[in-house]
């Protein structure tokens, strides 16, 4: 845009010098889209050339953000079928961003789901990820030590696998209602190779509960993860270190099934939870950096 910008300039300039006795005509405004692609507060539909086709996603930026110092970022991806304003007006992440200083990204997937590690579709969303967050590290001043990764159910999935194979991209992940599980998490080698802190939400009345869990079994195992487990009053929560740096906390609530606890509205949301995702996500991202 700054080259586009020059060039115009130059030619105005040469058609001021031509004698026609007309003044030069002003330059076109940015479209919005343009406009948008440009770090500023408030609320962004950006596009990214990605795989042949033009990949979207929504950025929220909060109030004073001008791109002028890192910032972390937290990639939140939606459930299937669903897109990112779906999620958005779900977990109430930009109100977090708003308070503590922070970009949203919410990624679309191609046909309304991402690819990841049992559904859905082919799409390279690994490449996707790696392209979205090396624009806003760019482009927008991001942090590339204090970039994070949430979703629930399909977008939970994801942030598995892009804390596996995005591996130095993300300092931490945050799968709600999600797992590890499927014929790429069965191979002993699939484990981030640089270190990825994870906290986990789910639910013990979930379908998918067993698979969840089995899946954290073999995180754990792989990456030598000592857990300790407390309750909580209507939750059980275990926290581990790993032998690589990397810490794994996990939330089970007792009486929740596939859902984003503390939601107040949306397909998946339980309000009365005696946990609120949103607020415990962005506490385990705030303490932890890339290692």
């Known amino acids: 845009m700054r080259r586009t910008v020059v060039i115009m300039s130059a030619l105005l300039l040469l058609a001021a010098c031509g004698g026609n006795g007309e003044p030069p005509e002003a330059p076109a405004a ?29 950025l929220h930026a909060p109030p004073g953000y001008t791109g002028d110092k890192p910032v972390p970022l ?27 200083g922070f970009l949203v990204a919410y990624p679309d997937g191609v ?19 790696k392209a979205l967050t090396e624009k806003l590290v760019a482009d927008w001043k991001v942090d590339p030590d204090r970039i994070y990764a949430t979703g629930i159910s399909n977008g939970a999935d994801m942030s598995f696998r892009a804390a596996v194979e995005a591996s130095g991209v993300f300092a931490a992940v945050g799968p709600v209602s999600g797992g590890l599980g499927g014929p ?5 080698d699939f484990v981030p190779k640089e270190p990825v802190s994870v906290l986990t939400i ?46 794994v906390e996990v939330y089970v609530v007792t009486d929740m099934g596939h859902s984003w606890p503390g939601a107040k509205k949306g397909p998946m949301a339980i309000p009365d939870a005696p946990i609120v995702a ?3 996500l962005w506490a385990f991202f705030a303490a932890h950096k890339k290692l």
């Open 30 to 58: 940015p479209t919005t889209q343009e406009a948008a692609q440009k770090p500023a507060a408030g609320d962004h539909k950006m596009t990214l050339d990605f795989g042949g086709q033009k990949r979207t996603f929504l």
């Open 74 to 100: 937290v990639v939140a991806m939606h459930f299937f079928p669903g897109d990112g304003a779906a999620l958005r007006d779900m977990i109430e992440m930009d109100a977090k961003a708003d308070k503590h």
């Open 111 to 129: 046909s309304a789901a991402f690819n990841a590690l049992i559904c859905c579709g082919a799409e390279d969303d690994v490449g996707f990820l």
């Open 184 to 188: 790429l998490a069965d191979k002993s």
């Open 202 to 247: 789910v639910g013990a009345n979930d379908q998918y509960y067993d698979t969840f869990q089995a899946g954290l079994t073999k995180w754990r195992e792989r990456l030598d993860c000592k857990p300790v487990e407390t309750k909580g009053k209507g939750f059980t929560r275990s926290k581990a270190k790993c032998a690589d740096g990397s810490d």
């Open 278 to 280: 949103t607020d415990l």
